[in-house]
């Protein structure tokens, strides 16, 4: 009887049992934070960031939605041999499905076209839509997908493709913190946009250190990988013949509504010379990865006397406060932009905020916390009056240990004024903490009260982020 009591008892329990194994399988892996291997801060030590004169490579700052979409059109819709894209976060929405088809058309015109996606957005998005099988199904496209969301191996479910670049004909290329998505990309009247940045940039020498060719290499790198998986997008017959006539229409339309768009432009006269840019990037395998991002933007900083970060949220492990303390002590003088807890676009990010800010202070290091129109997702750096770094690295635990990375780090006073233009307008919009412990208030600051029902749910969250928090 007895006996019975305790089996009935161990199989109540045995899916609860399950239920944690598998949530151990998930998050185990990723505990332990690693440790940069000396081979890679020797190499790193070997790199040169600045120019010695003009450089092989021009550059143009894409500050605004509206351009960062015309952009990549223009660009895809003059390409002539090859286009090369790879985004995080892929939705069908408008300007995503705007940049399907536009994809569609350079493949018809004979254009090899590869597009490299996220395992979540492959899930989410593109596995379901059928403008995606469409286009993954021309005989010019090839569509992978990188480490897609399999159950069967939760070890592997945190590592993700953070990158978002567009390259076209091995000429040009964008690179930034821009998801293929209406949050990023053009003006939707329903849609609140995010506030981003990136670059644009164009070959003209032919350096073999360039930043293209860095890119182009890096991409290789990934798109060999086994975690990076081709999806066939297959359809029937009269399903892909309704679709890709839907795409081929599209792109009809947007070329008599707006010719501007595929008006070859000149890009030499849109961007301006530099010294040097060089692509920083995070280990590419999709597992627990050495904060090569981290170190790298760290070693930067500490060469510099003042520093200026946007970052849209910040959440730092042990080691990250351990660094930014170093930092500031050493005479660094260090700056960070992020958002106001009322006006950020990711809860988790707001509500780890609200649990560290006073860690984060202790540093020695100033946060503005931005409240502007709309949420800032710009993750960028300035480095006293020469060196800027722009791309898709965020400050917390994820961007530097568990997802893919991309920043370009760029010798120019011009863009390094563009910048720091823009962040003291931020500022003014922002609030900081004082010597006093009080806050001071920009002149343009207005602030926001939260609802109710929004402070209760950062109370809830505030306590459920605690034991989640190097996974947000």
């Known amino acids: 009887m007895v006996k019975s009591s305790v089996l009935r008892c161990c199989l109540k329990a045995l899916p609860f049992l399950l239920i944690l194994l598998y949530i151990l399988a998930v998050v185990v892996p990723y505990i332990e934070h690693k440790e940069v291997s000396p081979e890679y801060r020797a190499a790193f030590e070997d790199r040169r960031f600045y120019g010695t004169g003009v450089g ?14 015309f952009c990549r059109m223009n660009l895809i819709g003059n390409a002539e041999e090859e286009i090369i894209l790879s985004t995080f976060d892929f939705n069908g929405d408008s300007s995503g499905t705007d940049m399907v088809s536009a994809l569609f058309c350079a493949a018809e015109r ?6 490299l996606v996220d395992g979540a957005s492959g899930f989410l998005d593109v596995k379901k839509n059928p403008v995606f099988k469409a286009l993954a199904g021309h005989k010019n ?3 992978k997908i990188y480490n897609p969301i399999d159950l069967l191996q939760p070890w592997k479910l945190q590592a993700r493709l953070h990158d978002k670049y567009l ?14 998505t209406d949050l990023f990309l053009g003006e939707q009247p329903s849609v609140k946009p995010n506030i981003d940045r990136e670059l ?5 020498g032919q350096d073999p250190e360039a930043s293209l060719y860095q890119l182009v290499n890096y991409f290789e790198s990934v798109w060999a990988l086994p975690d990076s998986r081709l999806f066939q997008g297959r359809l029937g017959e009269e399903d892909r013949q309704r679709e890709e006539e839907s795409l081929r229409s599209r792109e009809r339309a947007m070329r008599a509504a707006e010719p501007e768009l595929f008006v070859p432009v000149d890009w030499r006269e849109r961007t301006f010379e530099t010294g040097r840019i060089s692509l920083l990037t995070n280990p590419i395998q999709a597992e627990n990865k050495e904060p090569w991002m981290w170190y790298s933007l760290n070693r930067l900083m500490s060469q510099g006397k003042q520093v200026i970060v946007y970052t849209p949220y910040i959440i730092c492990g ?3 406060y351990h660094d930014l303390e170093r930092l500031t002590s050493g005479g660094t003088e260090i700056q960070i932009i ?3 807890v009322a006006s950020g676009a990711n809860p988790w990010g707001c509500t780890d905020y609200l649990n560290q800010r006073r860690k984060i202070w202790d540093t020695g290091v100033q946060v503005y916390e931005y409240m502007g129109e709309h949420s800032c997702h710009t993750k960028a750096m300035v480095i006293d009056d020469r060196l800027s770094v722009v791309g898709s690295y965020n400050m917390d635990m994820r961007s530097t240990y568990q997802d893919t990375e991309l920043m370009l780090v760029v010798d120019s006073p011009k863009l390094n004024r563009m910048i720091r233009e823009e962040a003291e307008h ?8 004082g010597e006093d412990g009080e806050y001071q208030y920009g002149e343009k600051y207005v602030p926001k009260e939260l609802s109710f029902g929004k402070k209760a749910f950062y109370l809830v969250l505030r306590v459920l982020t605690i034991p989640l928090r190097r996974f947000l």
């Open 56 to 69: 092989p490579e021009r550059a143009a700052y894409i500050d605004n939605n509206k351009d960062a979409l």
């Open 110 to 115: 004979g254009v090899q076209v590869r597009v």
């Open 141 to 143: 496209v090839e569509l």
């Open 167 to 180: 390259i076209v004909d091995r000429k040009v290329y964008l690179l930034g913190g821009r998801n293929t």
């Open 200 to 204: 644009l940039v164009m070959r003209s």
């Open 318 to 320: 042990r080691e990250m």
């Open 338 to 340: 992020t958002n106001d």
């Open 426 to 433: 931020d500022q003014t919009y922002s609030k900081t903490m």
